[in-house]
């Protein structure tokens, strides 16, 4: 394939300050070009937030360069390298499938990635075929735009192609190529990748350049790599948080899947709670809970140990003292995930102000929701709207008195009903990305041909705190015969 600019009107602005770190740090390499591509969807608002031109996308130039087929000018294209912790097994891995074409400046001046996903073998391909089946990156489309719109930071999707090839796994299916567009593909997984096999300068390339892109205060800081650990464990501890409190499961917490900007990355297995149950894992891979949905913050804790290990040599030329700096960090990640989950669970029951008492009405609502099988979202929608009577708790010998406790302690508050009814209305979710919500979508684009079904989808999850007639019909929990739900790796 040569080197072609596409045209100069589809605004793309691309930088490449990655491909400006030693070459260790990745392989550069061109997509593999793909026979008949075909745009499936396109992020319009997305695209014109990055600068981009919505009808020079969507033409045939367009389009190509979200298949690989044609470079976009000022693109040079890489596979990262990095290594990972992959259910507690530290391994190589690097970009197998996916190719950062470059970083988009955007009209606001903000730098952010532009990945292809599915774009063909790199030297980190291992086995692998280097491409992607259209219903897992439409999913990760589904997915990652429904968390956007939650409020949770996450990479986002800015088109999936079809190939036009097939995707031999099970079964043949259609291959597809997503665009993802995140603050940057920095993971843990990159920083164990230098400390492993990089000399300390590496090392220490590596994170000037991640604390230049996402933390350039920490420049000015007299430690500045500890800074760095400081903050990447804050973003997590919040990140981790908000998953929490909208039910989110990542379902495979590897290192590897663990961004340093504190976004969301990699949606594979990953899938939204139903009824509550801190032991839920959806994925089939999971075969011991390692990443269940109440063990995501402890994970997070063990993900950040490795950060913080891989540190190490940047944090103090004395090892113990280096040693002694990164554990005083990391044992403060729990107190911090946990104050803003409480804060987060003192808004989902419209709390404003802080009460001793909140975390045991907190922990006695979930065990109820627990005992009762209640559904997590409906649960805290039904309060939101006003009618207890909606849930699965209602009548249960525990319930009323339980409700009598929070009833007097919004009263306490001193803060207008309506003001506690609007913190409701905007810390719980109406509409979330139901797992037979989502698997009714995908059925009919990627076996169909269908995309209305998942555009109306997007459109609903687009406003999940609108709380409005029209969404009634997607706030249902799955039918009983749906369960238990398995979610398969995205490859
Ligand atoms: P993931 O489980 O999606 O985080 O992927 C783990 C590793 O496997 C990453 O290094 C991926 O690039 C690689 N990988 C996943 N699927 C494929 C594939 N079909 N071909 C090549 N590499 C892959
Ligand atoms: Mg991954």
């Known amino acids: 394939m040569t080197k072609e600019s596409a045209r100069k009107d589809t605004g793309w602005n691309l930088d490449n300050s990655y491909a400006r770190l030693p070459d260790f740090f990745y392989a550069s390499l061109t997509p593999t070009p793909v026979r008949s591509p075909k745009l499936i969807i396109l992020n319009e608002s997305l695209a014109t937030e990055l600068g981009l031109n919505v009808q020079e996308l969507r033409s045939e130039d ?16 890489l596979a990262q390298a990095y290594a990972g912790h992959q259910f507690g097994h530290f391994t190589m891995l690097g970009d197998g499938r996916a190719l950062l074409i470059g970083e988009q400046i955007t009209p606001q001046g903000e730098r952010v990635d532009i990945q292809l996903k599915g774009s063909g073998r790199t030297p980190f391909s ?5 491409r992607a089946a259209l219903g897992p990156m439409l999913r990760e489309y589904i997915i990652s735009e429904a968390m956007h719109a939650l409020g949770i930071a996450t990479t986002r999707s800015l088109a999936v192609v079809a190939t036009g090839e097939p995707v031999i796994r099970e079964t043949d299916l259609p291959g597809a190529i997503l665009t993802r567009v995140a603050s940057s593909h920095l993971r843990v997984g990159t920083f164990q990748y230098a400390a492993n096999w990089g000399t300390v300068e590496q090392l220490k390339a590596l994170a000037d350049y991640a604390i230049h892109r996402h933390f350039p205060a920490a420049e000015a800081e007299e430690n500045r790599y500890l800074s760095l650990l400081r903050q990447v464990i804050m973003r997590q501890a919040a990140l981790i948080s908000k998953w929490q409190l909208v039910g989110f499961i990542h379902g495979v917490m590897n290192t590897d899947n663990m961004a340093i900007s504190g976004e969301t990355i990699d949606y594979g297995p990953c899938a939204f709670m139903d009824t509550y149950d801190p032991a839920t894992v959806f994925s089939s891979i999971d075969v011991q809970g390692r990443y269940a949905y109440g063990n995501q913050p402890y994970i997070g804790g063990w993900n950040l140990a490795r950060f913080a290990e891989a540190l190490l040599p940047l944090l103090h030329e004395d090892q113990d003292q280096a040693v002694q700096l990164a554990q005083d960090e990391i044992s403060k990640y729990l107190k911090l995930y946990h104050k803003n989950w409480l804060a987060g669970m003192r808004a989902k029951l419209g709390i404003s102000n802080e009460e001793k008492e909140d975390e045991e009405l907190i922990a006695d609502l979930l065990t109820m929701m627990q005992k009762y099988q209640a559904d997590y979202t409906s649960t805290f929608r039904a309060f939101t709207l006003g009618k207890p009577e909606d849930t699965a708790l209602f009548g249960t010998p525990e319930f009323a008195p339980w409700h009598e406790r929070w009833q007097a302690r919004l009263d306490r508050q001193q803060v207008a009903m309506d003001v506690s009814q609007q913190l409701m209305r905007s810390s719980n979710p109406a509409v979330i990305p139901r797992n037979h919500l989502v698997e009714e979508a995908l059925e009919a684009a990627a076996s169909r ?32 015969s749906d369960r238990p739900y398995v979610t398969y790796c995205g490859t």
């Open 62 to 77: 367009g389009v190509e360069v979200f298949a690989g087929n044609r470079i976009p000018e000022g693109a040079s294209p």
């Open 126 to 130: 291992r086995g692998g075929d280097g």
């Open 449 to 480: 041909g269908d995309y209305s079904v998942m555009e109306r989808l997007l459109d609903v999850l687009s406003k999940p705190f609108a709380h409005s007639p029209e969404q009634e019909e997607y706030c249902a929990p799955p039918p009983q």
